[in-house]
């Protein structure tokens, strides 16, 4: 079996990151995550001026920004998930111009359930594991149970960015979901269960269609 090409699809707090790091364990794939890569640079100058100014507010980074850093990771990548790529319908197309998709998985999560993730997560600085404050607790507060690394909150994870982050995702990224099940291709996952029972629905799916 060739190295599945998976893309995972979700609002801000679904839990693409949390499955994704799953998916990587299971199949031995990258995770190629446009939020990471730029969180890494942040205070990168680019002719539309840093990824912080956009992400901070909640907004888009521009397009060129990000088509290129995908590119190069996917060149790069024996098998992947990708998470938080395409966010509109430019994306999606250009995505399509430089790669196959074997899966594409959707969690569906509803609102107020996502602004609850989002304010409550801490993630570690060294190895980014993600705990939760309720959901997921670490054993011991503010250190990662994985690496024993320092937990932080994300800048863009208060409540009034969180918010923002949802309606700019619903305003882009809705029309990206309604495109692939217009395809026929979407797996429809409910992302509102424990972690753990959502990811027994997407192994099942990427290595039912990985083949
Ligand atoms: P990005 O980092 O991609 O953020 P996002 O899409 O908003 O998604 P999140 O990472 O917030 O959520 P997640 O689904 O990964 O949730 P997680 O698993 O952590 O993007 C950040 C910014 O970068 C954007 O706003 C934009 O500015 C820019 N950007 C990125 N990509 C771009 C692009 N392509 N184009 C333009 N700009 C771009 O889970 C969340 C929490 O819930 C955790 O605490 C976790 O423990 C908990 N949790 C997870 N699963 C469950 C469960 N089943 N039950 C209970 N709790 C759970
Ligand atoms: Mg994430």
Redesign the pocket.
Known sequence: MSNPHVLLL?A????????SRRLVDEFGIEHV????A??ENKQMETEYGT?AE??DA????P?PV?NEIVKVALEEADGYVL?????NES?TEYLDSITDLDVVLY?DVAEDELVR??T???VCDDCGA???VE??QPEEEGVCDECGGDLYQRE?DTEETARE?IS??EENTTPVVEYFRDQGVLVEVD?E???DE?WTDVRDAVAERAD
């Open positions: 979700g801000p707090g679904a839990g693409k990151g949390t499955q995550t446009t939020g990471d730029l969180r990824p956009y992400m909640g907004e888009l980074v397009d990000v998470d938080g790529y395409p966010r994306q969690l993730r989002l409550g997560r801490r993600t705990f939760h959901f997921d863009d982050r700019v995702y992302g269960r424990t972690p959502v």
